[in-house]
């Protein structure tokens, strides 16, 4: 028996059977597939002009409905279900890629005149695309510090949005989206958006905490193969709307290939995510003891600032953090990684695989002064044995004088 809906009344489960459940197809002539069917088309014959009418209506308001290729068909609904169970949201549309999400965020909400606070920590692409597309079509924009402790000073007439993410891209700041959202409902239009790739849905829902828009890259956990370029957005249902508009307007398409390649690694998520945090863990740990390394940057582990709001507001990790190398090995960055076998060098995460990337931090801030801070790299724990890693990392670090 198929559970009728998984977030409300007498059917409320937990999170792994949500994981599993949701997004799979209806009962039909008393059957299924356990998987929804991959659904390729371009062109949706109609039987009538009333049938097709009745498709184009339900499209335009929202609806899982099949009315033209470009707007998705099952797979996508498919996908698009699953992501709002994880998220705790009204309504979810897929993009192509992360960032084509973000992009797509910023122009459906801001228009010409509007200005935009973004914390200082964002994914680095996003600063070109505010400085590159936004900021040259009147859309103004500051960034804020993540440990800025009066935002309200910062919001103009004209703010419109708050975009944040948590923890922040290389140096793990987290932010509080619930005092965020606080100060954003004292104000008229104000939207907190958050990027959420870090948790992923799964261990901590911006949506709970007040946030108008989640932001996934699903590229990362989600597929979780390293195979897949995919984004999402998740509203809720004052929001959701104008995310449907957005898209359609935009032509924004994906592959149903590509959704169910990322349903089909969103099904293992609660398996995956926890044994990444549990190896990443291991290894961070054992990094805080190395000589060469001045610190690391992890919410999980105790000695971090922002540790007892991660144990307050997160009901898990991700395998990602960044090391920060002691001031006697500055500039040897590139000889520690390249003597790494284990860890592959690439610039995303989220695949079972190991990764390693040294980040120019100073050159992506704004705000606060990193020119002083020691190099660093950001690691992502794969899924190898946790104590290989240990004995990789101790080989490369050992190479630095």
Same mark, same amino acid.
């Given at each position: 028996?198929?559970?009728?809906?998984l977030?409300?009344?007498?059917?409320i489960?937990?999170?792994?059977?949500?994981?599993?459940?949701?997004?799979?197809?209806k009962?039909?002539?008393?059957?299924?597939?356990?998987?929804?069917?991959?659904?390729?088309?371009s062109?949706?014959?109609?039987?009538?002009?009333?049938?097709?009418?009745?498709?184009?209506?339900?499209?335009?308001?929202?609806?899982?409905?099949?009315?033209?290729?470009?707007?998705?068909? +099952?797979? $996508?609904? /498919?996908?698009?279900?699953?992501?709002?169970? &994880? @998220?705790? =949201?009204?309504?979810?549309? #897929?993009?192509?890629?992360?960032?084509?999400?973000?992009?797509?965020?910023?122009?459906?909400?801001?228009?010409?005149?509007d200005?935009?606070?973004?914390?200082?920590?964002?994914?680095?692409p996003?600063?070109?695309?505010?400085?590159?597309?936004?900021?040259e079509?009147?859309?103004?924009?500051?960034?804020?510090?993540?440990?800025?402790?009066?935002?309200?000073?910062?919001i103009?007439?004209?703010?419109?949005?708050?975009?944040?993410?948590?923890?922040?891209?290389?140096?793990?700041?987290?932010q509080?989206?619930?005092?965020?959202?606080?100060?954003?409902r004292?104000?008229?239009?104000l939207?907190?958006?958050? +990027?959420? $790739?870090? /948790?992923?849905?799964?261990?901590?829902?911006? &949506? @709970?905490? =007040?946030?108008?828009?989640? #932001?996934?890259a699903?590229?990362?956990?989600?597929?979780?193969?390293?195979?897949v370029?995919?984004g999402?957005?998740?509203?809720?249902?004052?929001t959701?709307?104008t995310l449907?508009?957005?898209?359609?307007?935009?032509?924004?398409?994906?592959?149903?290939?590509?959704?169910a390649?990322t349903?089909?690694?969103a099904?293992?998520?609660?398996?995956?995510?926890?044994?990444?945090?549990?190896?990443?863990?291991?290894?961070a740990?054992?990094?805080?003891?190395?000589p060469?390394?001045?610190?690391?940057?992890?919410?999980?582990?105790?000695?971090?600032?922002?540790?007892?709001?991660?144990?307050s507001?997160?009901?898990?990790?991700?395998?990602?953090?960044?090391?920060?190398?002691?001031?006697?090995?500055? =500039?040897?960055?590139?000889?520690?990684?390249?003597?790494?076998?284990?860890?592959?060098?690439?610039?995303?995460?989220?695949?079972?695989?190991s990764?390693?990337?040294?980040?120019?931090?100073?050159?992506?801030?704004?705000?606060?002064?990193?020119?002083?801070?020691?190099?660093?790299?950001?690691?992502?724990?794969?899924?190898?044995?946790?104590?290989?890693?240990?004995?990789?990392?101790?080989?490369?670090?050992?190479?630095?004088?």
């Open positions: 028996m198929s559970v009728p809906y977030g409300q009344g007498e059917h489960v937990k999170r792994d059977t949500r994981i599993v459940h949701a997004g799979r197809p009962y039909r002539a008393g059957s299924r597939p356990v998987n929804p069917p991959v659904v390729r088309a062109t949706v014959d109609f039987e009538s002009l009333d049938a097709m009418d009745a498709a184009e209506r339900g499209s335009r308001a929202g609806e899982p409905v099949s009315a033209y290729g470009i707007h998705g068909t +099952d797979t $996508t609904f /498919a996908l698009e279900a699953f992501i709002t169970e &994880l @998220e705790g =949201g009204f309504g979810t549309k #897929i993009f192509s890629s992360g960032l084509e999400a973000i992009s797509s965020v910023f122009l459906g909400y801001l228009k010409p005149g200005h935009v606070l973004v914390v200082d920590t964002v994914y680095s996003v600063r070109r695309l505010l400085h590159r597309f936004l900021g079509r009147g859309i103004g924009f500051d960034f804020y510090s993540p440990r800025e402790p009066d935002i309200q000073r910062l103009r007439d004209s703010t419109r949005m708050i975009y944040t993410e948590t923890p922040g891209s290389v140096t793990m700041e987290l509080d989206i619930g005092t965020l959202a606080q100060l954003a004292q104000h008229d239009d939207l907190v958006v958050c +990027d959420n $790739t870090w /948790a992923s849905g799964f261990c901590y829902r911006p &949506l @709970e905490h =007040g946030a108008h828009l989640s #932001i996934v699903g590229t990362k956990y989600l597929s979780g193969h390293s195979d370029l995919i999402s957005v998740t509203a809720e249902s004052s959701f709307p449907h508009r957005t898209r359609a307007l935009l032509g924004c398409s994906v592959s149903p290939d590509d959704c390649l349903l089909r690694g099904r293992t998520l609660h398996v995956r995510y926890p044994a990444h945090a549990e190896r990443a863990l291991k290894v740990g054992w990094l805080e003891s190395r060469a390394i001045a610190r690391v940057l992890y919410p999980v582990l105790p000695s971090s600032p922002d540790h007892s709001q991660w144990q507001q997160f009901d898990g990790a991700a395998g990602l953090f960044t090391v920060e190398l002691a001031g006697e090995v500055r =500039g040897q960055t590139k000889k520690f990684v390249e003597n790494l076998t284990l860890f592959g060098l690439g610039a995303s995460w989220g695949g079972f695989e990764l390693a990337l040294p980040c120019d931090v100073a050159a992506n801030r704004s705000v606060d002064d990193w020119s002083e801070r020691g190099d660093l790299v950001r690691l992502h724990i794969g899924l190898e044995d946790p104590q290989d890693l240990i004995d990789d990392l101790d080989t490369a670090l050992s190479t630095l004088r």
